[in-house]
């Protein structure tokens, strides 16, 4: 939008000034522009005009707008006047240019004060490193302290362990959060079920947490409302304009973004990767909660929430009992261990 409108100014404020400089009498123009004012000024709005369309088909990247537009013009006009000092012994030359160097120089100053400010902002509201400026001196640094930035999405906050990924310090990414993606772990925080509530205060914790930590470096994204686009499909969107990667554990999303093209952190993955795998024969002590889906079956869960299905173990329900791993069950959505009691072991 900011770009649309800088265009828009610059549109105005050339034919205005073109126009001016072509049809007024009072100006210094060369003959050639006196005698043909009109052809004078579409030739030479032609030229301003071939700037925007060439600034127009430049791939876009977006940057800090106070300082692009600040140092874009400040640099803008700088070179400018550079320009004008460098060429004025040229336009001084009689010999050169017939005595009519005066109104030439006076055509390019005017030409050079519409294209060169406007590249210079354009260019820096598009290159890929990003400007700050930074109060007492000015200092030229990139915003993003590492490689492509990491997009968070509302399942990465409730489940949590992205602030313990951080605290690894094997993250050195910049984090964002979009807005609606706040907006919409907001809302479950604001729900009237109270294990929503839960989840949804726990995702705004684990955010607070990463934007007091001095090691993360952490914003939130502002977007525009759409109402037309589910969430995720916003989030796949957002991440190819940042050329970012998206951290979740929702599998319907991590396949969604694959299709597309989208590089995805599981979190399941991750930690899957890392943590030692069960095998058959190995001893896990778990208290049985619920009653599982087949029959006899009883549940439990490990500190990391991973699911235990305990064969025969509904009639241990509320127990802590010692069970043999029998087989796991592991993919992107989580991971599943089926066991069976240890006979006659029961606390």
Known sequence: ???????????????????????????????????????????????????????????RKKIDVISAVYFGLLIGVLLTYLLNLAIRPLFDMEDLFGGQGEPLRGMVTL?????????????????????????????????????????????????????????????????????????EVQDIADSHDKVRRSRGRRGLDVLKKLQQDPKVDIRVHETMPSTDKTVDQKLVELARELHGRLVTNDVNLNKLAGVQGVDVINLNDVANSLKPRFIPGEHVRIRIIKEGEGPGQGVGYLDDGTMVVVEQGIREMGHEVDTVVTSVLQNSAGRMIFSRLVDGHVS
């Open 111 to 183: 030409l050079s004060i519409l294209v060169l400010p406007y590249l210079c902002i354009t260019f820096m509201l598009q290159t890929k490193d990003q400007f700050r400026f930074v109060i007492p001196y000015v200092e030229f640094s990139r915003e993003l302290k590492g490689g492509r930035p990491m997009i968070l999405d509302s399942s990465a906050l409730i489940d949590g362990r992205v602030a313990d990924l951080v605290a690894t310090n094997i993250v050195d990414s910049e984090f964002v959060v979009p807005q609606f993606i706040l907006q």
């Open 1 to 59: 939008m900011l770009l649309l409108v800088i265009r828009a100014l610059y549109i105005v404020i050339a034919v205005g000034a073109l126009a001016t400089y072509c049809f007024s009498q009072e100006t210094a123009a060369p003959p050639f522009v006196k005698e043909h004012p009109v052809l004078a000024f579409f030739l030479l709005l032609l030229i301003a005009m071939s700037i925007l369309l060439v600034d127009v088909l430049i791939p």
